[in-house]
């Protein structure tokens, strides 16, 4: 081996440690954009925190998760939901905020490198205790990843999720789901309609063996839902293997309008 490429990737390699060096040491930029910002500041820059009150604040039905504005709301159960008029595979819906701008950035970085689980995980943490009393949940199960996919990314979101949100109250998570499949994931195949996921999800998914869920209130933690297709799975699972109840915890929804 030629002495300039050795000494060429020893420079590499140090810079490398360098950097990441630097990234434990100092402070990151803002989460959601990289900005840099003031070591003082908090977590975002101002226009990122600006777009996530907005996309955080806005009112949504707890049972189906349709934004609805605070008047047509009644307990936080929007009309349609009030009147029974929509069957949904959930008790509950609890979700950080719209699958759009600063948290849709944030959660695309998530899925790639395991850096944002403390913020977002935080986030789904409170927004768990505003609507759901955790001592009512028996089990907290995020959505399963395909053993396979697992491999190659060394780390699986949903499950980073849960710890770090249920670690507030100390929690159990419970991996209750496996894939039985490979599915590709529907976030880099955006222009899938909702019956396709549905049909693409179908029986994808089977309880753990081994694990309880006969007579147990489940919680479902989840990154993102678009139509829903894969957490109505989750559910249905879950049913049919006797769970008491399931709700829903999302970092993100995706509003009327913005589903692919
Ligand atoms: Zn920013
Ligand atoms: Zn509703």
């Known amino acids: 081996m030629a002495l300039p ?41 101002e226009t990122c925190a600006t777009q996530l009150a907005n996309c955080v ?29 929509r069957p949904l595979a959930w008790r509950s819906i609890v979700r950080v905020g719209r699958y759009e701008g600063p948290l849709k950035s944030m959660i695309l970085k998530f899925k790639q490198q395991y850096k944002l689980d403390h913020v977002l995980g935080r986030m789904l943490a409170d927004a768990i205790l505003g609507r759901l009393n955790p001592s009512e949940i028996d089990a907290w199960t995020p959505i399963p990843m395909h053993w396979g996919r697992r491999l190659v990314k060394r780390f699986q979101p949903t499950m980073l999720l849960a710890r770090t ?11 209750l789901l496996r894939m039985t499949r490979y599915v590709e994931p529907f976030h880099v195949r955006p222009g899938l309609t909702a019956k396709d996921r549905a049909n ?33 799975e989750a559910c249905r699972v879950l049913k049919d293997a006797g769970a008491r109840s399931v709700d829903v915890a999302v970092v993100a929804r995706a509003a009327r309008g913005l589903r692919d």
Request: aromatic content about 4%.
């Open 165 to 175: 949100a249920v670690a507030r109250w100390g929690g159990s998570v419970e991996p």
């Open 57 to 85: 604040a806005r009112a949504y039905c707890g049972r189906c998760g349709e934004e609805r504005h605070e008047y047509l709301l009644h307990d936080a159960v929007c009309t349609s939901c009030k009147l029974g008029k």
């Open 200 to 232: 693409e999800i179908a029986g994808a998914m089977a309880p753990k063996r081994g694990l309880a869920i006969m007579g147990r209130r489940i919680c479902l933690i989840d990154d993102v839902t678009t139509t829903g297709a894969t957490l109505r």
């Open 5 to 45: 490429f050795v000494i060429d990737r020893a420079i590499r390699g140090l810079a490398r440690a360098g950097r990441l060096l630097e990234d434990a040491i100092l402070p990151c930029g803002c989460r959601a954009c990289d900005a840099a910002i003031d070591p003082d500041e908090r977590d975002f820059c």
